[in-house]
C-alpha cells in the first residue's frame, strides 16, 4: 500500500509538470503573438505582396510672350520702273542716304521670332506703318516664313532679359521671316511715318527694336526764279540773259537731295513772218546730242567731248545757246566741258532719259561725292532750299530774222 500511495504522488507531481510546462510554452506562444501585432503595427502591410500612394501635382507654364529681333540684313530697293546713276531697276539702292522713298521703292527686313510656349502660338508677322511708335500700327504687309538657321544669326542679338539665345535654333519655338514692304502709291502713303516688323501671337504681340522713320512719296519739285529773255540782239553778236535761280522746292522735312540736269530744244518763230536764222527758220540749239555709253557713275572724262563753240556765222554747226552755272564753291569754270569764259553747252531732250548721266549734268566739276561707292559731281547737287545760278549766253548767228520764242530750255532734278 505504501508503495501505491508513493506512485499516486510521483503521478500527481508528474502531472503538475506536464501542465505547468504547457502553460510555460503558451505564454511563450502568447508572448511571439503580441511581439508580432507590435511588429505588425510599427510596419503595416508588410504581409502585403503590394502596396502604393500618392499625391497631387499642379504645374502652370508661364504664357510666354512674343518676341522678335532684327536680324541686320536689311536693304533698300530700286523700283522696277527706272534704275538710278549706278543702279538698275530693283537691285540694292546704295545712293539714298536720306530716309526718304518713293512708290514702287522697297525696305526689306530678316526677322527672327519667337515663342517659348511653341511657335504656332505666333499668327502673323508682318509690316507696319504709323505715325507713332509701337504695337497695333496699320498692317501693310505680310512677312514670308523662311528656311530657319541652324544657328542665330549673331547680328540677332537675340537675348530675353539675362538669357542670351546665341547658339542652335530651335523649330519648334522660333521662326525666321523676310518681311519686304513696297511704297505705295501717295493716294495711301504720303507723308513721315514709323516702320516697323510686328510679331502678333494668341495673346500678345512685339515689334522689333529698330523701328525707322522715313518720309514716302515727298512731293519733289524745282523752283525758277528769273526769265530767259535776249531782246534786240544784233546778228553776229553774243548777247547775256539776266541770272536764273534753279532751287530745289522738294517737301520741307523730305531731306531730298536731287541730282541736277539740263536739257533744251530747237526754237522756232510761232508767227507766219518769214523767219530765218541763219538757214531755215528755225534757231538751233546746239550740235550736242546724247552718248548713250556716258551713262554711269559720275565720270569727269566721259563729257570732255562736248565742249562749248558758239558760232556766229551762216552755218548751222557750232552751238547756239550755253550757260555758266555755280553752287559754293562749284562752278561750270572748271566743267570739262567750258570754254573760256566758264560756259557749257546744252544737250537736246524734252524728257528724262538715263543718257542724261555724263552728258546733261549742270555742273560737272572734276571734284567728286561718293555715296556708298557711287560717285557724283559734288556741285550739281541740290540740298532742300538750295539752289544754282545759271546765266546763259547766246550766239545769235548772221543772217537772222525773227522772233524765236517756240522752244525750251528743261531742268531736271533726280532724287538720290
Known amino acids: 500500500m505504501e508503495q501505491n500511495k508513493f506512485k499516486v504522488k510521483i503521478n500527481i507531481i508528474d502531472k503538475f509538470y506536464r501542465a505547468e510546462r504547457r502553460f510555460f510554452n503558451m505564454k511563450k506562444l502568447l508572448g511571439f503573438l503580441m511581439v508580432s501585432i507590435l511588429v505588425l503595427a510599427v510596419i503595416p502591410g508588410v504581409l502585403a505582396t503590394s502596396v502604393g500612394t500618392g499625391i497631387g501635382l499642379d504645374i502652370t507654364p508661364e504664357e510666354s510672350p512674343v518676341w522678335i529681333w532684327g536680324c541686320d540684313a536689311r536693304t533698300v530697293l530700286d523700283d522696277t520702273l527706272q534704275g538710278g546713276r549706278n543702279t538698275s531697276a530693283g537691285v540694292y539702292m546704295g545712293e539714298r542716304v536720306h530716309n526718304y522713298a518713293f512708290e514702287g521703292e522697297q525696305i526689306q ?44 544669326p549673331a547680328p540677332c542679338n537675340a537675348r530675353i532679359l539675362e538669357e542670351d539665345l546665341t547658339g542652335d535654333t530651335d523649330s ?79 517737301e520741307e522735312g523730305s531731306g531730298v537731295m536731287l541730282d541736277m540736269f539740263i536739257s533744251g530744244t530747237d526754237f522756232y518763230d510761232p508767227a507766219s513772218s518769214g523767219a530765218r536764222c541763219p538757214v531755215t527758220n528755225r534757231l538751233k540749239l546746239g550740235d550736242q546730242t546724247l552718248t548713250s555709253s556716258d551713262n554711269g557713275e559720275a ?82 547737287i541740290l540740298s532742300p532750299g538750295s539752289e544754282l545760278a545759271i546765266t546763259f549766253k547766246l550766239g545769235l548767228p548772221e543772217p537772222c530774222v525773227g522772233d524765236f520764242s517756240d522752244g525750251d530750255i528743261y531742268f531736271w532734278g533726280e532724287a538720290i
Open 172 to 250: 519648334l519655338t522660333q521662326a525666321y521671316y523676310t518681311c519686304t514692304l513696297t511704297v505705295e502709291t501717295s493716294n495711301s502713303m504720303q507723308g513721315e511715318y514709323f516702320i516697323t516688323v510686328e510679331a502678333i501671337s494668341v495673346d500678345s504681340s512685339a515689334i522689333m527694336a529698330e523701328n525707322e522713320y522715313w518720309f514716302l512719296n515727298p512731293v519733289i519739285a524745282l523752283t525758277v526764279d528769273g526769265d530767259l529773255e535776249f531782246t534786240d540782239v544784233r546778228p553776229g553778236t553774243i548777247a547775256y540773259s539776266n541770272t536764273l535761280l534753279v532751287g530745289n522746292d522738294a
Open 109 to 152: 527686313w530678316e526677322v527672327l521670332v519667337m515663342d517659348k510656349n511653341k511657335i504656332e502660338q505666333v499668327t502673323d508677322v508682318v509690316g507696319t506703318l504709323g505715325t507713332t511708335q509701337g504695337v497695333g500700327n496699320d498692317i501693310e504687309v505680310e512677312c514670308v516664313e523662311t528656311t530657319l538657321p541652324t544657328t542665330v
Open 299 to 380: 565720270d569727269a572724262t566721259a563729257v570732255a567731248d562736248d565742249v562749248c563753240a558758239i558760232n556766229l556765222g551762216g552755218t548751222e554747226t557750232g552751238d547756239q545757246l550755253c550757260y555758266h552755272a555755280s553752287q559754293g564753291a562749284y562752278s561750270t569754270s572748271t566743267d570739262v566741258r567750258a570754254d573760256a569764259e566758264g560756259y557749257v553747252p546744252i544737250e537736246y531732250g524734252d524728257e528724262w532719259a538715263l543718257d542724261f548721266y555724263n552728258d546733261a549734268e549742270i555742273i560737272a566739276t572734276p571734284a567728286l561725292t561718293t555715296y556708298n561707292t557711287i560717285d557724283y559731281f559734288s556741285g550739281n
